[in-house]
């Protein structure tokens, strides 16, 4: 199973010596070798599936011999093909049959994991797979929208691990599936070095991460050198102990950790299935009540047993049901973890099936806290993010998707101020107020939201009061909902457009819809029957102020400006930040004062917040290579433009 | 409102001059006037609106004629050949909303407008049903222009620009030739220099 074929120039997998050496290499590596076996091994079990069916009554059968006394011999001839072969004395043929075909089996997956590799560059991470159908899959690192560690349980056994990196696109993943788990976190650790765009400085830190690692993997013997028996041995080993000990979070920082206690985590997902029991129990009650009105109608009245039947005939599949929901919703978010690393947020959850989601910054398009009723009395709130998740359609509507958008499946105030300010990190500080105490808490006399007006109620008869947005320089915060609580969060600087729509009826009372525009997910932007000022004034703002913020957001290449920070300032939100907590936070926000007065107004004032982030963005600009030079042509129009258009344009 | 086919000096150039390869094409052959609601309360803002060609009615309606004669001469196949006279009544509905199309399309045309700002596109449409929609030059990922062979004969096409959000998808349908390539280039210019992540 080693190298000695053309395709694969140095395929050495990593000895314990050299685990601190990359992978990213921009040489070609091969996957782990059972990997066939897993991704094959559906197509077996279902083909044992169908002859363990088909000989079911002589299993049956061989099985009760075995347990039962001479006289009481089950006689079976149930004429199937086992009683033709030994009838016809083709015992040795069969056998060397089945065991060609193994033969045969184990060459197609030898061939399929030899063509199967994967290369890291610089600027590029490659899978080509495929034998008569070639497939070469090549995704920018700087497009890179997360990295997802994915050890499903029966590969986690052996300590194997799917490593998929998240594009931007539907259907954009790259997956290399699947790797000894610590050479899939080493991988995941380059593309990430790699994504960040920090080169050399970065580099040392890693390196000197990576030695803490290998030493961690030298004392548990994870990775064995030479051949793959020892391999696989080592990794079974190392699953086996990983199963018990639980995920690994030795890199992260553990007191910024959020963990929720396994007993909420039930409590609240036990609540959300009285749900399902209400639903389920009002089936039952109809099924059972027109059975019993059926039977007394026809002055035939059920019998004991009869009645018994039925009700536990309907009622134990219902039980079933519910368990099983409550059950995979609870098992998914058990272990749940989440934690700040230096390449982003890292998320971990999930019993028997591990997920580790990176989330580097930037990547978050919007967010969302919500708090359904059931939850109000014991003060619990789930947080929910839009993200890139570079699937294909089907498989974005399925539950493991919307898995995926989950940052925290439950937790209290305090858990949701900690993941917001790690999944947020440029919120700035004026904002904070906006999001709890006006936005999720719902309206509070003079917050600046702007709410639906009172002659539009009855498009939202409950919630009318809280329904409106807030603009800020970093985000757009829409609040809706007062049964079920909802505060969207969408950063400008990734913000893809607003739509305004106004129908007659909406025109006759002076009010217009609003959709902001994000990527595919759980959170939808709508707002119906805002004041058609407030209506215009978003659609006005939203776009120089998305401009102004992702000017000010270098997120895409996070690493090189986080190198930068050691040295001189960070040009980014640090300014941002300090001039919204001290120029912005005495006056609220601009938004307050202008929807009275015409175009001239909203566009003046919001004009200083947005210059002095500017200036500082020049000077770091020769340093540093790629995006910067792009940015200084947007900062300068914008302080021109607004005070010159009003005045003489104003029609 | 008015249409101004030079670049107004009160309007602060917010696209370069570079940026900016031929503007004027954009005007030239279009509708004169933008036609909106008379409501006080309808959805307005400040800037020229760039409208599209009177010649996508055109194309629009012969498409509509056509496919009306083969509604009809489906219809009467099925009706005087195989006795099938119901044919009529499906056959009468489909001709009676692709005439009612026909009659609104005029008005319909004359309500789609686009506006280059200077951070954004603003495309809006309808006169009772009216939507604006922008879009930051930044967040484009494709600007793509589509014609028919009918388009193709009456010189107009359509462009469509992508973003990440699969619901922002922009479509200006009528767009002369030349226009359709000077939006697209002015576009994908902008769009260069405000690139962000995504």
Redesign the interface.
């Known amino acids: 199973m080693s190298e000695h074929q053309p395709p694969a120039p140095t395929g050495e997998r990593p000895s314990a010596a050299t685990a601190r050496e990359t992978l990213a290499d921009g040489e070609w590596h091969r996957m782990h070798p059972l990997t066939p076996l897993f991704k094959g091994g559906l197509a077996l079990i279902i083909i044992a599936g169908i002859a363990i069916a088909n000989l079911r009554d002589r299993l049956i059968a061989w099985f009760v011999d075995l347990f039962t006394p001479e006289e009481a011999q089950y006689d079976y001839s149930g004429g199937d093909p086992v009683d033709w072969v030994l009838q016809n004395n083709l015992i040795v043929i069969v056998l060397l049959s089945v065991l060609g075909l193994v033969v045969v089996l184990v060459l197609i997956f030898w061939f399929v994991w030899r063509f199967q590799q994967f290369r890291i560059t610089g600027d590029h991470v490659e899978v080509r797979k495929g034998i008569v159908f070639r497939s070469h899959r090549r995704a920018p690192l700087d ?1 890179v929208q997360g990295v997802n560690l994915t050890r499903p349980f029966p590969a986690r056994i052996i300590g194997l691990a799917k490593l998929e990196v998240v594009g ?1 696109g539907t259907d954009s993943n790259v997956e290399l599936e699947y790797l000894a788990t610590p050479r899939a976190e080493a991988v995941r650790t380059d593309i990430l070095r790699l994504a960040s765009g920090a080169r050399a400085a970065r580099l040392t830190a890693a390196d000197a991460a990576a030695g803490v690692r290998s030493s961690d993997a030298a004392g548990s013997g994870t990775v064995a050198p030479g051949s793959a028996r020892a391999q696989l041995v080592g990794s079974m080993n190392a699953g086996v102990n990983d199963l018990i000990s639980g995920v690994d979070l030795a890199d992260v920082e553990p007191e910024s950790v959020v963990k929720i206690p396994t007993g909420r985590l039930v409590g609240s997902q036990l609540i959300s299935s009285v749900l399902w029991l209400i639903f389920f129990g009002i089936i039952f009650g109809i099924a059972v009540g027109g059975v019993a009105i059926g039977s007394l109608i026809d002055g035939d009245p059920i019998g004991g047993f009869l009645g018994l039947g039925i009700t536990l005939g309907i009622a134990i599949p219902m039980i079933i049901a519910i368990v099983g929901i409550t059950w995979a919703q609870i098992s998914k978010s058990l272990r749940y973890s989440i934690a700040p690393t230096p390449d982003g947020v890292r998320i971990t959850y999930g019993l028997l099936t591990t997920v580790t989601e990176t989330l580097p910054p ?1 990547r978050i ?1 919007a967010v969302e806290v919500t708090q359904s009723l059931l939850w109000r009395p014991f003060g619990w709130w789930t947080i929910r993010i839009n993200r ?1 998740s570079g699937k294909s359609a089907a498989q974005q509507s399925s539950g493991s998707a919307q898995q995926f958008s989950v940052v925290l499946p439950v937790g209290k105030r305090a858990d949701v101020e900690r993941v917001l300010a790690l999944i947020l990190p440029d919120a700035p500080v004026a904002d904070i107020p906006l999001v709890w105490e006006h936005g999720i808490l719902g309206p509070v006399e003079g917050d600046p939201y702007r709410t639906m007006p009172r002659r539009a109620w009855w498009r939202r008869p409950v919630s009318w009061k809280r329904h409106g947005f807030a603009l800020t320089e970093f985000g757009l915060l829409l609040r809706r909902g007062i049964v079920w609580r909802k505060l969207a969060i969408f950063p400008l ?12 009826i909406d ?4 009010v ?1 819809g609003a ?1 902001v ?4 997910g759980l959170i939808t932007g709508y707002l119906s029957g805002l004041e ?1 000022d407030d ?2 004034y978003l ?2 703002r ?3 102020a ?2 102004a913020a ?2 000010r ?1 270098h ?2 290449r996070w690493g090189e400006y986080v190198t930068d920070a050691e040295g001189a300032q960070v040009p980014g939100y640090p300014v941002a930040g300090a001039d919204a907590a001290a120029g912005v936070s005495g006056a609220p926000l601009p938004p307050p004062a202008p929807p009275v007065v015409q ?1 001239a107004p909203p566009v003046a004032p919001p004009a200083p917040p947005v210059a002095p982030p500017a200036p500082p963005v020049v000077p770091p600009a020769p340093p540093v290579a790629p995006p910067a030079p ?1 940015v200084v ?2 900062a300068p ?2 302080p ?2 607004p005070p ?3 005045a ?4 | 409102m008015t249409q101004n086919p030079e670049i107004e000096p009160g309007i602060p150039a917010p696209l370069n001059s570079a940026e900016v390869t031929d503007r004027a094409a954009l005007d030239q052959g279009t509708y004169p006037q933008l036609r909106t609601a008379r409501s006080e309360a309808r959805l307005e803002l400040d800037g020229t609106w760039h409208q599209i060609s009177p010649r996508y009615v055109v194309s629009q309606n012969v498409q509509n004629l056509i496919f009306i004669a083969v509604v009809l001469a489906v219809a009467a196949v099925l009706a005087l050949v195989l006795h099938q006279t119901w044919a009529w009544i499906p056959a009468g509905v489909v001709v009676l909303i692709t005439l009612i199309t026909m009659v609104i399309l005029p008005r319909q045309a004359r309500a789609i407008g686009y506006m280059l700002r200077e951070d954004d596109i603003v495309f809006r449409k309808g006169i009772l049903w009216q939507r604006m929609i922008a879009v930051p030059y930044g967040r484009m990922q494709l600007v793509d222009i589509t014609q028919g062979p009918l388009d193709r004969a009456f010189g107009i096409s359509q462009l469509k620009m992508v973003t990440a959000a699969a619901t922002t998808g922009v479509q200006i349908p009528g767009l002369t030739q030349t226009a359709a390539e000077a939006l697209r280039d002015t576009l994908i210019e902008v769009a260069e220099t405000r690139r962000t992540g995504l």
């Open positions: 497009r931007a930037g398009f890139m600087a990734r913000l893809q457009g607003v739509s305004l729509s106004q129908g007659p025109r006759a009372q002076r217009s959709q525009h994000s990527v595919q058609r209506a215009l659609l006005d939203v776009s120089s998305a401009v992702a000017a957001d997120t895409h175009p792009p042509p947007v129009p914008v021109p433009a010159a258009a009003p003489p344009n104003g029609e």
